[in-house]
């Protein structure tokens, strides 16, 4: 992983943070991707860039507009000059009861989970032919098996996995797409103890999991799945068996 080059999607918090001290401590150069949160991305590179100077880099853009994706990959390429992997990990969640959906909360959770990994991946794509690399998307286990009111995010969520499916014949065979699948990681905002104990009923292993287990997951994609391709790991405590 020294100083391979890591583009990160919405990184500055929760699991996508995670990932970036994993990648960071591994050897990974870091071209960390925020939106809003400059500040919490900013300390973050301040950290680790004390570490190793000039380790990880700030993109900034809105994942909605069109203009974003092509600008940040060759941001990227300006600064560094190589992509070695694309984590597309930046996404909407909220819930979308049918009768009620808004065409901008389509747009919204389509264009987070779903258009802009598709061309961040696009115009990625000749740079990690050349570095022989590999895209990652951060997918959902309700990709499979719905979440009742969260149809929209749902249905992005299954294209991600038809996407990773289809990139992984197309990149190749020079370049990996592979996709991770979280459960019980980090809870939604607000939810109610008895709710957060219902699910981790169903779960195999009868506990959460946090965002390391997925950074852990990330990194064995990254560094040691030479031979995969086209595959989404379920981290889940084993709860895709129960949904």
Not at 35 to 59: C, F, G, T
Not at 90 to 118: C, H, R
Not at 213 to 225: G, N, Q
Request: aromatic share 6%; glycine share 6%.
């Amino acid at each position: 992983m020294k100083n391979k080059v890591i583009v990160i999607t919405g990184a500055a918090h929760r699991v996508g943070a995670s990932v970036v001290h994993k990648l960071h401590k591994n050897g990974a150069k870091i071209a960390l991707h925020y939106r809003h949160s400059l500040e919490a991305a900013q300390s973050i590179a301040d950290d680790l860039n004390k570490e190793r100077p000039d380790s990880v880099y700030l993109v900034s853009g809105d994942l909605s507009d069109d203009n974003v994706y092509d600008n940040l990959i060759q941001n990227v390429i300006t600064h560094f000059g190589q992509i070695d992997a694309l984590i597309n990990n930046a996404s909407s969640f909220y819930p979308t009861e049918i009768g009620e959906v808004k065409l901008e909360q389509w747009d919204d959770l389509m264009a987070s989970n779903l258009k802009a990994p598709f061309f961040l991946s696009q115009a990625a794509n000749p740079y990690l032919q050349l570095t022989q690399g590999c895209v990652i998307n951060i997918v959902d286990i309700h990709a499979d098996k719905p979440l009742k009111g969260h149809s929209v995010y749902c249905m992005a969520k299954a294209g991600l996995v038809m996407m990773t499916k289809s990139l992984a014949k197309e990149m190749g065979p020079k370049v990996r797409v592979n996709a991770v699948a979280p459960g019980a990681i980090l809870w939604p905002e607000g939810m109610e103890q008895v709710v957060k104990e219902e699910i981790l009923s169903r779960t195999a292993l009868k506990k959460s999991g946090n965002p390391e287990d997925i950074a852990t997951t990330i990194l064995f994609l990254l560094r040691d799945a030479h031979y995969m391709t086209g595959q989404i790991l379920a981290v889940d405590g084993g709860r895709s068996l129960n949904l």
